[in-house]
């Protein structure tokens, strides 16, 4: 259970198993390497890493969020690093590759095409890779080059990148 400290918008139940029933059509957990930004209590990447993902790297802007992902990973020994960073910055300066990249930036940010644009600008992604930004239904990035589909649940959408 994450501590009150923590202010956080954690990816809804119902949309979370949905997201990961369309990916379990497309990819075999095991091994993979996954990149969430905006981890906020870590829900997602502990949801990768609990389904085989070989490697997570969470990243997030407050520390409070990094120390509670991080704890949990070494608790639960699962493959999990998270990363004191400003999401923009870490995709500034490319660490490494990944076959999925989750993004939950706060809903209504601004600038949230500068996510896609980054990630393939500095080719982020491995060959047959997805970069998926969670967003409220206001916001459209369908047209960036790399968008695929958009899937709805509730209020929460996903927007789907590919090479």
Known sequence: MAPKTIKARPTTDFAKESL????GNDYDFEGLEVLDLFTGIGSISLEFASRGAKKVDAVDV???????????????????????????????????????????????????????????????????????????????????????KTKSYGKVNFSFFEM
């Open 20 to 23: 990961f029933n369309i990916l």
């Open 62 to 148: 407050a520390i409070q969020n990094i120390k509670f992902v991080n704890k949990t990973a070494e608790e639960l020994q699962l493959p999990i690093r998270a990363y004191k960073y400003n999401a923009f910055t870490y995709l500034s300066k490319p660490h490494a590759k990944y076959d999925i990249i989750f993004a939950d930036p706060p809903y209504g940010m601004e600038g949230l095409d500068k996510i896609a644009q980054l990630v393939f600008e500095h080719q982020m992604l491995n060959e047959n890779g997805t970069l998926i930004i969670e967003h409220d239904k206001r916001t459209d990035v369908s047209n960036h080059a790399n968008y695929v």
